[in-house]
């Protein structure tokens, strides 16, 4: 099948509807395959490996859309019909309803009487300007956009603490204030538990395993991923910590981090050494001690995965001993000992490596952080050390893990927890490596979420693990499911299509890197 494309020059649609367009046309009978996207270079790359970069891509500028085909000659040319069709009803005239809508976030504020949180999704060069306009206007800010600069970042969170407001952002994927969840959160309850994350799906991923355990939270308040860092210097940490420290409805905190700066993780620690409420800390790149190594320190418990932060704080809630939760654990961490031997009997000799495709940044992270400690350096696009930074992150190399939520993957397109085309293409690739023995995946449900993603995820398991055995070799795939019986998606629903499927399915995040990590470890 040939591959054609055409070039809008100058031609803007939003990355939701060129996926939808997409999607319409790969429907059409002899269509292999098609996608429109911005010409970006990362995208053109993203083209180039799944075979739909033609010669023409490879002159179009970010600013233009590109419209790909793969088909026959009269398939192609009803799909291009149907693309400036779907395109041109996207840009449909203005119904009289549409144009009484506010044109601004301070025209929204004014019109929406006791609105109070402004939720800004816009690309990262005006973000700014729409946060200041929220703010100034009184209202609580979630940034969901992300390349807004540190400079600007330092000085919206400054004047937000001024006016005693909350500035969630940039990058701030997810928070849930007063029950209500923003940007991609789960149908969790109420409760004692404020957790203050520096890290989106780790916000996720800790009120969901608090979900299942029987505990609610107060407040989950998202802060941006670089709120730790030296240059920010926990601005909005400590902001909202001190307003969760005098909440009557908060009896436990939980502060979590991604790669903080070691002095204002101190800092974050002291503050909470110094409040009256018990605290957990769950630091990336902090304190990396295993479930055996957990710290006390007076009213702070360090926790060395998300799953045993969600533990020692449900234990905390309840009154419990928080060390007979972590003893019951780690003897299911032991098991997967079992487990691990069990899969790895059917491995070729040839088959080493460890690959994991994440749409949580967080779990990425955390992925990561577990497999070095088993296996030898990760690759990645978010690596530990700057030197095991991929330099082509379309091509694997050994153990390797990559965020695809990560603006090197989502110029232009839609974040992975959204749109799965490209994780999709991207497992059948890693599948057909024959050093490959595990293939790790993160599967995030719940609000703003895919509405299906085991549905769209589970058949191409299937065939990756049929291929593989037809080449003579077992591939493993481990997955965990991030969300709650509650959620749109349902857990347990999406559990069961994923081990239908053929993937193994653990109970988080953590507890599939262990999985995945033993399976290949030298003294495993």
């Known amino acids: 099948m040939a591959v054609r494309a055409v070039i809008k020059p100058s031609l803007y649609h939003d990355s939701v509807t060129l996926m939808s367009v997409a999607r319409d046309l790969r429907a059409i009978p002899g269509v292999d395959d098609a996608a429109l996207v911005m010409g970006t270079e990362a995208n053109k790359g993203l083209l180039s490996q799944a075979g739909l970069l033609s010669p023409e891509v490879k002159s179009a500028s970010s600013d233009d859309l590109i419209v790909v085909v793969k088909g026959d000659s009269a398939s192609a040319g009803r799909a291009f019909e149907l693309a400036e069709e779907l395109l041109a009803h996207g840009s449909m005239p203005r119904t009289e309803a549409v144009e009484q809508r506010p044109r601004s976030v301070r025209g929204a504020i004014r019109s929406q009487g006791g609105a109070n949180v402004a939720v800004i999704s816009v690309a990262g ?23 807004v600069s540190a400079e600007d970042e330092i000085k919206l969170k400054r004047y937000a603490v001024e006016q005693n407001l909350l500035m969630m952002g940039p990058g701030a994927g997810t928070a849930i204030i007063n029950g209500a969840g923003l940007g991609f959160a789960n149908a969790v309850p109420r409760g004692p538990v404020g957790i203050l994350s520096a ?19 107060s407040q989950g308040i998202g802060l ?19 307003a969760l420290q005098r909440d009557p409805e908060t009896k436990v905190l939980i502060a979590i981090s991604k790669l903080p700066s070691a002095e204002v993780a101190r800092k974050v620690e002291n503050a909470l050494e110094a409040g009256s409420i018990p605290a957990v800390v769950m630091f990336m790149g902090g304190d990396e001690g295993s479930i055996s190594e957990t710290k006390v320190t007076g009213n702070v418990r360090r926790a060395g ?18 060390a007979k939760s972590l003893a019951k654990h780690s003897v299911k961490v032991r098991d997967l000992q079992k487990k691990a031997q069990a899969l790895r009997s059917g491995l070729n000799p040839g088959q080493k490596y460890l690959r994991g495709l994440f749409s949580g940044g967080t779990l990425c992270d955390e992925s990561v952080l577990i497999w070095s400690k088993r296996v030898s350096e990760v690759w990645s696009n978010r690596p530990r050390s700057p030197e095991y930074r991929l330099t082509d992150v379309h091509k694997s190399r050994e153990h390797s893990a990559l965020d695809l939520g990560e603006e090197e993957f989502t110029v232009g397109r839609p974040h992975p927890m959204i749109d799965q085309d490209l994780r999709l293409r991207r497992l059948a690739s890693e599948a057909r490596d024959a050093a490959v023995a595990v293939i790790q995946l993160d599967v995030v449900i719940g609000y703003g979420a895919h509405p299906d993603p085991g549905g769209e995820l589970g058949p191409v398991i299937a065939e990756c693990i049929r291929s593989a055995k037809e080449h003579d070799r077992e591939l493993i795939v481990i997955t965990s499911v991030t969300g709650t019986e ?6 347990s629903r999406q559990q069961s299509i994923l081990e239908e499927s053929g993937a193994t399915v653990l109970g988080s995040n953590a507890m599939a890197a262990e999985l995945a990590a033993l399976i290949v470890c030298d003294d495993g």
């Open 125 to 147: 060069q005006y973000a700014a300007d729409e946060a200041w306009q929220a703010l100034e206007q009184g209202s609580h800010v979630l940034l969901f956009s992300d390349n």
């Open 199 to 217: 890290a989106g799906t780790g916000l996720q991923e800790v009120s969901s395993l608090l979900a299942q355990q029987g505990i609610g939270i």
């Open 224 to 242: 941006g991923g670089r709120d730790l860092s030296d240059e920010v210097g926990g601005l909005m940490m400590f902001h909202a910590l001190d």
């Open 305 to 322: 995965t998300l799953h045993e932060a969600s533990l020692i704080a449900a234990a905390l809630a309840k009154g419990k001993d928080p």
């Open 486 to 491: 509650s959620d749109p998606q349902k857990l």
